[in-house]
């Protein structure tokens, strides 16, 4: 996917968001992950979040990675909340309001 805003409701076994603790961006090549990055789920509480560049660690198990090439670079923004709180107003977040 590039440039497309994806909105995904899923339910899990938590009351707060600082519950959840990890999550984990996996790039996949090949049906093998090769890198990945570690955040927590609090990362992404900011309704408005700016545009990030993260750099991916290649995943040692996997081995398709030397230690010194990178595991990639990646840019999205994204927010986790709790269904029922209340929502922004995307439209308006692109358009810079």
């Not at 938590?14 to 990055?37: A, M, P, R, V």
């Not at 990178?70 to 107003?89: C, H, M, Q, T, W």
Request: aromatic share 14%.
């Amino acid at each position: 996917m590039f440039s497309e805003r994806q909105t995904l409701a899923f339910k899990l076994p938590y009351d707060h968001i600082e519950q959840i603790g990890k999550c984990f961006l996996y790039l996949i090549y090949d049906n093998k992950t090769i890198s990945y990055k570690r955040f927590k789920a609090t990362d992404f509480t900011t309704p408005k979040p700016e545009w990030s560049y993260y750099e991916l660690t290649p995943d040692p198990s996997i081995g398709e990675l030397s230690d010194r090439q990178s595991g990639g670079i990646v840019s999205f923004r994204a927010y986790l909340r709790k269904i029922g709180d209340e929502a922004p107003n995307m439209n308006a977040i692109e358009a810079g309001a």
